[in-house]
């Protein structure tokens, strides 16, 4: 290995003496390969095993934590006990390669697909026409927090060394948080405090499931998307808010979901400056920051890890297109790391097939397509 990418690999000891054996991250991927009960198949198999050999930790694909919840066909799950062989499986998959294995817990909210809710209502915190969610009730609300806690009581019984809460990407919980999506008159919105009263409410009791059921090993960390384009969307001090109340809590790292590592500040801080900038002073050091976006090649990634920005880097499309990329890191073989997806290289990829019809369909959040000049990242 060229020496200079030597940072890449330090180890890092977590805030419960956990050790994790480098900086990379495989980012959570969403394969829309499990069969329509959430249990893993064959697709699903080829495309975690050997792929992550030499990552310090993997973090799975969003996993859906109670029916209704469902916003991708293929969805994994872990909602009641019949889904723990799958369980099992993918978290030995992962410990296999040697990375911490991490199940993140998920609920689309709106961006539930009706279809596949087998007749259950669309729910968010707020009714909204464009979706048809209707707003959850009081109890349907307790409900859900029970059911992210169940998920990761069912993550401990598996065998995974943690859970990572899906704040992000506009699914249910950043809903909660978002004045946008949160239009509630009772105690889970309006204030700022009351629209960080659900999530918030989902770490205390996963952290509660971890208190009995799991050592002080396992690990509980937290995705978040740090701004929205709204009008009445979050902004960098609406999460600064966020950030400063799970600072306080007993976690063990902190993710940012971004389609670009340098992307700046949009509104609500100093716009000169990058989002994983000021994420990172603003945690202060009390917490791990995973960073992300469009890092492709070894020497991008190794960049963004020296901005001291990041404590750890996750990596998703590059992982999706290098399926042995730590490998050719480590052997000297940067070189041969590839930036787009060739079409007429299908096997070699391990891509689930209805992931891959989408990344045929040159869908923005996936790889660029060989050829394909008009490549562009979402910019969000
Ligand atoms: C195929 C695919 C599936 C994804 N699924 C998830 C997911 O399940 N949960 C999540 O938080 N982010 C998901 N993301 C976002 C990634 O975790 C990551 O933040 C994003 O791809 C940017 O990193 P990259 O430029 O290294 O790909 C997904 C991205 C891709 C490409």
Redesign the pocket.
């Known amino acids: 290995m060229n020496p200079k990418y030597a940072p890449l690999f330090a180890p890092y000891t977590l805030n419960n003496g956990v050790e994790v054996h480098n900086r990379l991250v495989v980012?959570?991927?969403?394969h829309y390969a499990s069969h329509d009960d959430g249990s893993i198949s064959e697709e699903e198999r080829r495309f975690l095993t050997d792929r992550f050999d030499g990552f310090g930790m993997f973090i799975a694909?969003?996993t859906l934590v109670s029916p209704e919840g469902k916003a991708f066909i293929g969805q994994p799950e872990a909602i009641s006990e019949k889904d723990l062989p799958s369980l099992r499986e993918v978290a030995s998959i992962a410990k296999r390669q040697g990375a911490k294995a991490i199940l993140?817990i998920h609920h689309g909210g709106n961006l539930s697909i009706g279809e596949l809710l087998h007749g259950k209502d669309i729910v968010a915190p707020s009714a909204d026409e464009k979706s048809g969610a209707r707003a959850l009730t009081g109890q349907e609300i307790t409900d859900l927090i029970a059911a992210f806690a169940n998920a990761a009581h069912l993550a401990i019984q598996a065998g995974f060394d943690g859970v990572e809460i899906?704040g992000?990407?506009n699914y249910l919980i950043q809903q909660f948080f978002s004045g946008q999506s949160n239009r509630r008159t009772d105690e889970w919105g309006g204030s700022l405090e009351k629209r960080l009263r659900f999530p918030l409410a989902i770490v205390d009791a996963v952290v509660k499931m971890k208190q009995q059921y799991a050592s002080s090993d396992f690990i509980v960390g937290y995705?978040f998307s740090p701004e929205e384009p709204g009008e009445r969307g979050l902004t960098m001090s609406d999460t600064f808010a966020l950030i400063d109340a799970l600072v306080d809590k007993p976690l063990q790292y902190l993710h940012v979901?971004?389609?670009d590592f340098y992307k700046k500040a949009r509104r609500g801080a100093d716009t000169s400056l990058t989002r994983m900038q000021l994420l990172h002073q603003r945690i202060g050091g009390k917490l791990p920051l995973i960073g992300?976006?469009?890092?492709f090649t070894a020497d991008q990634i190794l960049e963004a890890s020296l901005t001291g920005w990041a404590e750890f880097i996750?990596?998703?499309?590059?992982v999706?297109m290098n399926p042995d990329l730590v490998r050719l890191i480590k052997a000297g073989e940067e070189d041969k790391i590839v930036t787009a997806i060739d079409p007429d290289n299908a096997d070699h990829y391990g891509i689930p097939d209805n992931?891959w019809a989408q990344n045929m369909q040159r869908l923005a959040?996936?790889p660029p397509v060989k050829d394909d000049k008009n490549w562009q990242?979402p910019d969000i």
């Open positions: 980012a959570p991927m969403t694909a969003a993140q899906h992000a990407n995705r979901s971004l389609w992300v976006g469009n890092l996750a990596l998703g499309k590059t999706m992931l959040y996936l990242s």
